[in-house]
């Protein structure tokens, strides 16, 4: 089991009608890829953690890499896990304000180059506590 977390600048506003059919072709190719994850927009910035297989989770990166929604993309974790944190989470979505994501503690704004120091919490961690926080039921 792999997983691999980006944070990237929004080139372009998505609509929430654009944004609804995006996500739903993207819940259909994580269950069939078996890709399972998280992903915050805020407007602004993306922030995304993907896990699965680690094949199936390069193929997935390398096409977000060049998706014409992103630029500045900074990948803040890509290794083994030992179980994934969003097993059964096609694609959770939250959609937030940036004051949302810049309060987290671990924060990194992907416009700037200063990158967390390695004894802070990791990404991921900073992820969860995000969830944990902010998300009602666990499935928007």
Not at 5 to 33: F, G, H, I, P
Not at 94 to 116: F, H, I, M, Q
């Amino acid at each position: 089991m792999h997983h691999i977390m980006y944070m990237s600048t929004a080139l372009v506003l998505v609509q929430e009608e654009e944004l609804t059919a995006m996500l739903t072709q993207y819940r259909r190719n994580n269950l069939r890829d078996n890709i399972t994850g998280m992903l915050l927009y805020s407007g602004e910035h993306y922030v995304q953690l993907i896990e699965g297989a680690e094949e199936a989770l390069r193929k997935l990166f390398a096409k977000i890499c060049q998706d014409y929604h992103h630029t500045n993309l900074i990948k803040l974790a890509d290794g083994s896990i030992s179980q994934r944190v969003f097993e059964n989470w096609s694609m959770g979505f939250r959609s937030v304000d940036e004051a949302a994501l810049t309060g987290l503690k671990g924060y990194v704004n992907p416009e700037s180059v200063a990158l967390p120091h390695p004894e802070e919490e990791s990404p991921v961690q900073v992820l969860q506590q995000f969830i944990q926080h902010n998300m009602t039921d666990g499935r928007k």
